[in-house]
């Protein structure tokens, strides 16, 4: 069974680093051709597509994020990461992380709220 | 990068009724390896993002066989014959042939 947990700070102040987890279980990041994306959502808007990260550690990045975003991974935890620097207002949303398989976002974690206010 | 166009920000519909999404991509998302890099996800206020299509026509597992991908190049459909009252949600198409990953604006559907 394939599940997946997303943790994060809950609020932040604009210009600080968002730290977000992933924790997964029932598949391992280091099985040849699975990977890890974040996604996240605005309150009442769609979805934002920010980054990959797949087993050899190849890394994609949505661009329009600039240099912000840094994925990363514990293989032997079962975690991933993304950072996401300089943070503002604009950067208020549920985060979501998902598993990739098959060239699709196949499992869902249930989201976690990030708040950015001075 | 490539964008996706679902039309309809909200379609009512009764109950039992069939309907159609459709979602436009700016340039076609068939790969070398023959396959469709399009996929279908709902989403339900209180639920996990849910899976329903990929590769635009095959069905995640354990999706019902009422909801129905197709489409090619660059238009997709997903169907949904006999909505059930649990089928009232937002529908995202997204593309992963490029990145960036690009989701459609999302279509509500609504109860008639």
């Known amino acids: 069974q394939v599940t997946l947990k997303e943790s994060g700070p809950g609020i932040l102040q604009p210009s600080q680093t968002l730290s977000l987890t992933c924790t997964f279980s029932?598949?391992?990041?280091?099985?040849?051709?699975?990977?890890v994306g974040w996604i996240r959502q605005p309150s009442g808007k769609g979805l934002e597509w920010l980054a990959n990260?797949?087993?050899?550690?190849?890394?994609y990045y949505n661009p329009s994020l600039k240099n912000r975003l840094t994925i990363s991974k514990d293989t032997s935890n079962n975690q991933a990461f993304l950072k996401i620097t300089n943070v503002d207002t604009a950067d208020t949303a549920t985060y979501y992380c998902?598993?990739?398989?098959?060239?699709?976002?196949?499992?869902w974690g249930q989201g976690v709220m990030v708040t950015v206010s001075s | 990068q490539i964008t996706l166009t679902q039309q309809a920000e909200s379609l009512w519909i009764s109950p039992g009724e069939r309907v159609s999404i459709t979602c436009r991509a700016s340039q076609s998302l068939l790969y070398t390896d023959g396959k469709h890099y399009l996929s279908w996800y709902q989403q339900r206020p209180g639920q996990t993002t849910k899976a329903l299509i990929y590769h635009a026509s095959v069905r995640t597992d354990g999706v019902p066989t009422r909801f129905i991908g197709s489409g090619s190049g660059t238009e997709f459909t997903l169907s949904i014959e006999h909505v059930q009252p649990e089928d009232f949600a937002i529908y995202y198409c997204?593309?992963?042939?490029?990145?960036?990953?690009?989701f459609g604006s999302g279509t509500k559907l609504e109860i008639k």
């Open positions: 998902a598993r990739i398989s098959q060239g699709h976002f196949d499992y």
């Open positions: 029932g598949f391992s990041l280091s099985t040849y051709g699975m990977g």
């Open positions: 990260i797949w087993w050899d550690d190849d890394k």
């Open positions: 997204l593309q992963t042939l490029k990145s960036p990953l690009t």
